[in-house]
């Protein structure tokens, strides 16, 4: 069992930079995939970004490519991801998630484990 906290979201306006953080508990994470989804109201539950357990490999969704950088610390249990040149279009609550390796990571039903999210929203 593995519990995932999510934290740093916030207001803030177009082109602002925000880092947001996951604290995993319980489970080990060091050898699983971590992801970062979002969510805007009224769509689906987007990809954001990937890393593998090594974190050698990663993966962004064209939307955020270039602007948002995602990491991870095994050792502190945690993954982060740094957002910069933030858009309105950025605006959603944001997942972290966490899975076996392997497969696709941009693959949603790869991840078992979810954080509650964290509100971002980017005003114009």
């Known amino acids: 069992q593995v519990q995932l906290v999510e934290s740093g979201g916030g207001l803030v306006q177009a082109g602002d930079s925000l880092r947001l953080s996951c604290a995993a508990s319980?489970?080990?994470?060091?050898?699983?995939?971590m992801g970062w989804f979002r969510q805007a109201p009224g769509k689906d539950r987007e990809f954001v970004a990937a890393?593998?357990?090594?974190?050698?490999?990663?993966d962004y969704a064209d939307s955020v490519k270039g602007r948002f950088t995602i990491s991870r610390d095994n050792a502190k249990k945690t993954v982060s991801l740094q957002m910069l040149s933030l858009k309105p279009e950025d605006t959603a609550v944001y997942y972290c998630?966490?899975?076996?390796?392997?497969?696709?990571?941009?693959?949603?039903?790869?991840?078992?484990?979810w954080g509650q999210g964290t509100q971002v929203t980017v005003s114009s």
């Open positions: 998630a966490t899975g076996r390796t392997g497969g696709l990571l941009r693959l949603r039903d790869k991840y078992d484990y």
């Open positions: 890393i593998r357990w090594t974190g050698g490999n990663t």
């Open positions: 319980g489970r080990s994470i060091s050898s699983s995939d």
